[in-house]
């Protein structure tokens, strides 16, 4: 009974403070849009808003560790391995510039979705070659105006915290635009949210660690599979060594 409640309250919370802040990003991009094309004050913004839902939660901790990692003014590629919906929360929470990419159907979500488009975020359909072909040149761009890129390489959300093979996008891109990938690294959210639905399972701690950013230096000569194998060996390590921590 206690988890319904839980739940029954963080959707009210999220529609009440919707009505709020969905107009105010609004007005955000139209009166900042033209002198900040990176959209950086409305980013600021919106991570605002998806923190105070963590912040306000009674029952799920978030600890990040790793901050003095970002140079703020650099622009990276971001991946993250993927385990639930709060993954989402606890990295916005990191108050760093970037765009999303995430499936196209996340833009058809009301609120979510429409601050999604808002912020330029970069959709891409699945299973489309076109889609992808598009979502790179959207990419390739955004990274040239300074902004970084945030991907969750798995593609997926993982259903019991065991990680998935990471998808050669985001190291396709690191490669072609000679740009250093920043590994982020969470760990316990599944134990929080189900893989489908928002009905809380438990209170849990949910911890982000952000490790050093990988040079473009460091894998200049490796190709793309290669690169994508380097890097998910190094997230099944940091895992290892989160979960030894306990």
């Known amino acids: 009974m206690y988890y319904y409640f839980v739940a029954f309250y963080l959707v009210s919370l999220f529609l009440i403070t919707s009505a709020v802040f969905l107009?105010?990003?609004?007005?955000?991009?139209?009166?900042?849009?033209?002198?900040?094309?990176?959209?950086?004050?409305?980013?600021?913004?919106?991570?605002?808003?998806?923190?105070?839902y963590s912040w306000l939660s009674p029952l799920w901790k978030f600890k990040i560790t790793g901050r003095e990692n970002v140079d703020r003014k650099k622009a990276y590629i971001i991946t993250c391995n993927h385990q639930s919906m709060l993954d989402i929360l606890v990295i916005f929470r990191v108050f760093i510039h970037f765009r999303w990419v995430s499936k196209a159907s996340m833009f058809k979500f009301p609120i979510i979705g429409w601050n999604m488009w808002l912020n330029r975020h970069i959709s891409i359909n699945r299973g489309d070659k076109k889609s992808s072909q598009k979502m790179l040149k959207q990419c390739e761009k955004t990274i040239q105006r300074g902004s970084s890129i945030m991907i969750f390489p798995e593609g997926t959300r993982s259903r019991n915290g065991q990680l998935r093979p990471f998808k050669e996008g985001a190291f396709l891109l690191a490669l072609k635009q000679k740009t250093d990938i920043l590994p982020m690294v969470i760990d316990d959210s599944y134990k929080a949210l189900p893989e489908k639905g928002l009905m809380p399972r438990r209170k849990q701690n949910v911890k982000?660690?952000?490790?050093?950013p990988i040079p473009y230096e460091a894998f200049k000569s490796m190709r793309i599979k290669e690169l994508s194998e380097h890097i998910h060996s190094i997230y099944i390590a940091e895992l290892e060594r989160m979960r030894d921590a306990v």
């Open 208 to 212: 982000l660690n952000i490790l050093p």
């Open 23 to 52: 107009p105010i990003a609004a007005i955000l991009r139209v009166a900042t849009g033209l002198f900040d094309r990176k959209l950086a004050i409305l980013h600021g913004f919106t991570c605002f808003w998806s923190s105070i």
